[in-house]
Structure formats: C-alpha cells, structure tokens
C-alpha cells in the first residue's frame, strides 16, 4: 500500500502591503501635502488681507469726504487736532480723538498748511497758513506680523479749493 505524502501547511502570502511600504506611501503622501496646505493657507491669508485694506481704505475716503463737507461748511468753527467722522442730525460732524469700528482704528488729525516762505508752496516746514488745512487720514488694523496702516494726506483751503 502506498503512502500519501503529507505537506506541511504554510502560511500563504496575503496580498495587501506591509508595514514598511505603508508608511512608505504615508511619508510620500506627507512630502506631497504639506507644500499643497502651507500654499492654501497663505492664499487664504493674502485673501483676508487684501479684504481687510479694502475696508480700511473705504474707511479711510470716507473720513476724508466727511472732513472736506465739515471743512466745507464750517470753515470758522473747524479747529486742528484729532478727531472722527459722526453723522449728526443728517450732516456729517467731527467727534474728537479717534474710533473704533469693526477692529480698525480710524483717526482724522487737522493741522494747517504750512508753505515754504520763499516760495509760498506746501512744504513739511516753514510758516503756518491760517486759509489752507492739512487733513491726514490713518486707520490701523492689526495684522499677522504687527500693524497694518492706510495713510490719505490732502489739504483743504478757506475757499474751499483743494490743493
């Protein structure tokens, strides 16, 4: 009589991946998303800033509007110093110091002119001119890395004229 021969029973091969080659598509993975990720968060940060200067500016031009019509229709009782724009009884009026609103901080600082004396044109120095004011614009914002700021500079004269 014959004998059947017997064969070991062995483990058979499982298709999938093992260990090394799963952490090897993981590290390759990782290499490839993080540059993706670090682009998207910037771009969502240059997204937000360029949102939050587009505020800014607007409520930059709109001080500056409010203080040509305070400038325009109250010359004489229009002193220097800082203030912001207020809506008072349907006109535009100016509060003192700066305000805040929306996390900006927007300020409208009157000093008048000055003009060189031999030339008489607008310069940083020289002697003041009572007919012509200077009307500087900031609002500031904090930002990421500091304080963003919008600066306006214009200059309003007793006529009326801006120069």
């Known amino acids: 009589h014959m004998k059947k021969r017997i064969h070991p029973i062995t483990p058979r091969a499982i298709p999938g991946f093992s260990l090394i080659e799963i952490l090897l598509a993981f590290a390759i993975l990782m290499v490839l998303l993080l540059p993706l990720t670090a682009l998207l968060i910037q771009s969502y940060g240059i997204g937000t800033s360029t949102a939050k200067r587009g505020q800014a500016v607007f409520y930059a031009q709109e001080a500056m509007e409010a203080a040509y019509n305070v400038l325009a229709h109250q010359w004489e009782t229009t002193g220097t110093g800082n203030f912001h724009p207020e809506i ?6 100016l509060g003192l110091e700066s305000e805040t609103l929306d996390g900006f ?3 409208i600082r009157l000093s008048l002119a000055k003009r060189d004396e031999g030339t008489g044109n607008l310069s940083a120095s020289g002697e003041e001119d009572l007919g012509t004011k200077k009307v500087e614009i900031s609002v500031t914002w904090p930002g990421i890395v500091g304080t963003n700021l919008v600066n306006l500079t214009s200059y309003y004269s007793e006529t009326g004229s801006i120069e």
């Open 105 to 107: 901080e927007r300020e």
């Open 88 to 93: 008072h009884d349907g006109s535009w009026a």
